[in-house]
């Protein structure tokens, strides 16, 4: 949501500046400037969202208890797949339906792909 806001920020900011100082430049900085600020909150986004999943799963994917998957170094589709699952109630569990909930299918794509790259 937030992001979503503030990308229809940058986007005015962007077309703004297009009418503002020519075409060219305008475009240019805009598209920059919502390049950044689209990465930026992205980030910290999705930041927000794996801290949620750190107090379980461990900042880096290793699990601190025997009662919790390790989610470093799988595979990302596989990953993707246990979230979409968890969300549509197929796999059944209470909390990873509550966390799974909240995201959106580009969120979990990027968190799936955030523990594949972590090293087991
Ligand atoms: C309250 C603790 C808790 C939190 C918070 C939590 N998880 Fe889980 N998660 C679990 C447990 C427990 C399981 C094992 C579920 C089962 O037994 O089926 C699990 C399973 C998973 C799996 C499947 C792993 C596998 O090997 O099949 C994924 C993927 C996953 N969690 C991702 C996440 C993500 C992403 C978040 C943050 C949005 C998150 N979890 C937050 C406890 C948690």
């Known amino acids: 949501m937030k992001t979503r806001v503030m990308i229809g920020l940058g986007v005015t900011v962007g077309v703004t500046l297009g009418v503002t100082r020519g075409a060219t430049l305008g475009a240019t900085l805009g598209a920059v400037a919502l390049m950044a600020l689209s990465t930026a909150l992205h980030a910290g986004e999705t930041g ?14 290793v699990a601190r208890s025997a009662d919790v998957p390790n989610l470093a170094g799988q595979h990302g589709l596989y990953l993707y797949n246990q979230l979409r699952a ?23 794509r990027e968190i799936a792909h955030y523990y594949e790259q972590q090293p087991r």
């Open 86 to 108: 968890f969300a549509d109630g197929k796999r059944p569990h209470k909390e990873m339906r509550f966390m799974s909930r909240q995201l959106s299918d580009a969120e979990m």
């Open 48 to 61: 927000e969202l794996l801290a949620q999943c750190a107090a379980c799963h461990g900042p880096d994917g």
